[in-house]
């Protein structure tokens, strides 16, 4: 969706000249110093640059959808006070095509997202499977990006879209420890989301040398009480179970997981391979020949 709201912008940005342009140049060049006319025009732009910074901001999760749409409302409240007002200072004269120019510029972006809401097919910008949480959550990459965030979630410590953000770029560029610290702010905020305590799970154990003993193995039976269907939190419990030798359960934990997963699934293998393999240790250990 993210992709679909830029092409917009730029399809905007490529129209508005065509649209502005020809209404400026009939003004003509008579009204070139009219004060009002720039005073207007500065305050239509400023109005502009801070609608452009609300879309950023919701689509880099620094924002939740309410707070963005009560700028939004905000934000066109003051551009028809604004409109109004110049509609009303007629003490010098005003050229019309020129103050139509400066409105368009602005009410086009401002208004074009919220009319689109109302009236267009948003389901249609989703994907057809289901993304989960992943779904229109971006990654930041560069270290400005990320400290940026921290900033923002400084001043904003209840934004759980924000701190998913954080902890998922965290976890992509390998900062286990930042992301696991992340995951512990967000669940604290939503706390219901089994996916949300399994990723905890192994953010944490990789930022201990990829170890689920410990507070790890407290977080995933934390994320099995929520659903005990979740794959990620099934994968992980068979994990530290096989690494505290307690093959049983692991076997239990990797076949739920098998029958979970869809035929086509490439991890198939792999966790077949898992539960032969514990098996096998598990034998061993009842015949006497794997000491515990």
């Known amino acids: 969706m993210t992709l679909f709201w830029i092409y917009c912008a730029v399809l905007l940005l490529v129209a508005l000249p065509f649209v502005v342009l020809p209404l400026w140049r009939s003004a003509g060049r008579n009204d070139a110093g009219n004060g009002e006319v720039q005073r ?80 267009g097919n948003t389901n249609a910008l989703l994907p057809q499977e289901d993304m989960g949480m992943d779904g229109g959550f971006g990654l930041l990459r560069s270290e400005a990006q990320l400290q940026k965030l921290e900033k923002k979630l400084e001043q904003q410590p209840e934004n759980p879209d924000g701190w998913f953000m954080l902890a998922r770029s ?4 390998e900062r286990y420890a930042d992301a696991a610290r992340a995951y512990g702010r967000l669940v604290k905020l939503v706390p219901d989301e ?32 929520l659903d005990g269907n979740n794959t990620l939190a099934l994968a992980l419990a068979g994990s530290a179970a096989m690494e505290r030798g307690d093959y049983a359960p692991a076997i239990a934990h990797w076949t739920k997981l098998i029958n979970l997963l869809p035929p086509d699934s490439k991890e198939l293998p792999m966790f077949r391979n898992a539960v032969q393999k514990a098996s096998e240790f598990l034998d061993k250990h009842k015949s006497g020949k794997l000491k515990p």
């Open 170 to 173: 965290y976890s992509e560029l």
């Open 40 to 119: 207007d025009a500065a305050n239509l732009e400023i109005l502009r640059d801070q609608s452009a910074e609300l879309e950023a901001d919701l689509h880099n999760g620094l924002l939740t959808q309410d707070a963005y749409e009560q700028g939004k409302r905000e934000l066109q409240a003051r551009l028809l006070e604004e409109v109004k007002t110049s509609g009303q200072s007629a003490a010098k004269p005003r050229n019309p095509a020129k103050a139509l120019a400066v409105v368009l510029a602005v009410a086009l972006p401002l208004f074009s997202v919220p009319l689109y809401l109302a009236l």
């Open 194 to 225: 089994a996916q949300l305590w399994a990723s905890y799970a192994d953010a944490y154990a990789m930022s201990q040398n990829r170890s689920l003993r410990g507070e790890p193995t407290k977080l995933i039976e934390k994320a099995l009480e």
